[in-house]
C-alpha cells in the first residue's frame, strides 16, 4: 500500500493476492487506504487470486463477462467511466502451471467478449509465459492478441530471474509508452511492480441540439377525438379550409400534449462503430 500511495498509483492489477473470502482483515485495511479491491479468490486452496485496486473516489464497476468454462486461468474485470462516451474495461489475469492448448482457447473466448463490450481494454496481469524469448507460446499469445488489436507493451524483466512474464496488453493506445516503469528495485517479491501513466484523453463533444417534442404517449384519444369534433363542427368549406384546419388541430395538441423543448447531447464514435456492431454488443 505505500508503493501505491507514494506513487500515487490510481489503478492497480494484482496477481497472487492469496485472499480466500470476499473480505476480511486485509480488505479492511485496503479500504482504510481510500482504495477499492475487486477480486476473483480461491476459496477452497491457498494461493493465486486476480484482484484490481483502485482509488475509491473513481467510478469503478464491477463488469460480469459471464464466460463459462475457463478453467486455465483466473481473471477479473471491471470499467472506470472516463466520459459520457468512453469507458476503460481492465482485466486483471493469472495463469500458472504448464501451458496447454485451452489457456489460447479460454484467452481467446475471454477476449472475445469483453471486446463486445468496451472499445478501450487494458489487460494484464502475471502470463507465465516467457515473451523474453520467441517460442511456440509467445508466438502464439501474441498473434491471438494481435487479432483483437492488442499490443504488449512491457519489454524489460519482470522476475528477479530475469523472465518477461507479467505483461501489459493495450487495444486503443491509451497508455504513454514514456512512462513506463519496471521497478527492479523492488525486494519484497520475485515480481517487479510495473507502473504506466495513461495519456491524457480529449474527447471532442458536437454541440449540443435542442429539438422541440409532444409527449404523445399522455394523450387520452377519446378526449382528443371529442375536442378535435367539436372544433371542426363549425367549419364551412373555403380556400382556407387547409390552413384552418391545421391551425385547429395544432391548437388542441397544445391542450393535450403541449410542446417541450429537450436539448440532445452527441458523442462521436469510431467510424467503424456502426449499426450492426451496436447489435453485436447488445
Same mark, same amino acid.
Given at each position: ?23 476480511n482483515a ?5 479500504k ?15 494461493g ?8 475509491s473516489?473513481l467510478q ?15 481473471y477479473t $474485470? ?5 466520459? %459520457? !462516451?468512453?469507458?476503460i +474495461?481492465? *482485466?486483471? #489475469?493469472?495463469?500458472t ?18 471486446s ?7 489487460v494484464?496481469?502475471?502470463?507465465n ?9 509467445s ?9 483483437y ?6 519489454t ?19 497508455l ?6 519496471v ?28 429539438? $422541440? ?5 399522455? %394523450? !387520452?384519444?377519446?378526449? +382528443?377525438? *371529442?375536442? #378535435? ?37 452527441f458523442?462521436?464514435?469510431?467510424p ?11
Amino acid at each position: 500500500m505505500c508503493l501505491l500511495q507514494d506513487d500515487s498509483i490510481d489503478v492497480a492489477l494484482l496477481t497472487e493476492t492469496w485472499l480466500t473470502d470476499q473480505s476480511n482483515a486485509i480488505t479492511a485495511d485496503i479500504k482504510s487506504y481510500g482504495y477499492t479491491i475487486l477480486h476473483d479468490h480461491r476459496s477452497n486452496t491457498k494461493g493465486g487470486g486476480a484482484a484490481l485496486l483502485f482509488r475509491s473516489s473513481l467510478q469503478f464497476n464491477p463488469v460480469h463477462l459471464k464466460v463459462n468454462g475457463i478453467s486455465t486461468f483466473e481473471y477479473t $474485470s471491471a470499467s472506470l467511466n472516463c466520459y %459520457i !462516451d468512453m469507458k476503460i +474495461l481492465f *482485466i486483471t #489475469i493469472y495463469r500458472t502451471g504448464p501451458v496447454i492448448k485451452k489457456f489460447f482457447e479460454d484467452l481467446d473466448h475471454l477476449l472475445g467478449v469483453a471486446s463486445m463490450k468496451s472499445d478501450y481494454m487494458l489487460v494484464g496481469g502475471d502470463f507465465n509465459i516467457h515473451m523474453e524469448s520467441i517460442n511456440d507460446y509467445s508466438d502464439e499469445l501474441e498473434q491471438l492478441a494481435a487479432s483483437y488489436g492488442f499490443y504488449q507493451v512491457i519489454t524489460q524483466p519482470t522476475h528477479i530471474n530475469g523472465g518477461l512474464i507479467d505483461l501489459l496488453f493495450d487495444n486503443s493506445n491509451i497508455l504513454d509508452h514514456s512512462t513506463l516503469q519496471v521497478k527492479n528495485d523492488f525486494t519484497l517479491s520475485d515480481h517487479y511492480p510495473v507502473s504506466c501513466s495513461t495519456k491524457t484523453f480529449q474527447v471532442d463533444h458536437k454541440k449540443p441540439k435542442v429539438i $422541440s417534442v409532444r409527449d404523445l404517449k399522455c %394523450i !387520452d384519444k377519446n378526449l +382528443l377525438s *371529442i375536442d #378535435i369534433i367539436n372544433a371542426l363542427s363549425s367549419f364551412e368549406l373555403s380556400n382556407q379550409f387547409n390552413d384552418m384546419f391545421f391551425n385547429e388541430l395544432n391548437t388542441t395538441l397544445d391542450h393535450h400534449a403541449p410542446m417541450v423543448k429537450k436539448t440532445i447531447s452527441f458523442a462521436p464514435h469510431s467510424p467503424w462503430f456502426d449499426s450492426e456492431y451496436k447489435n453485436q454488443r447488445k
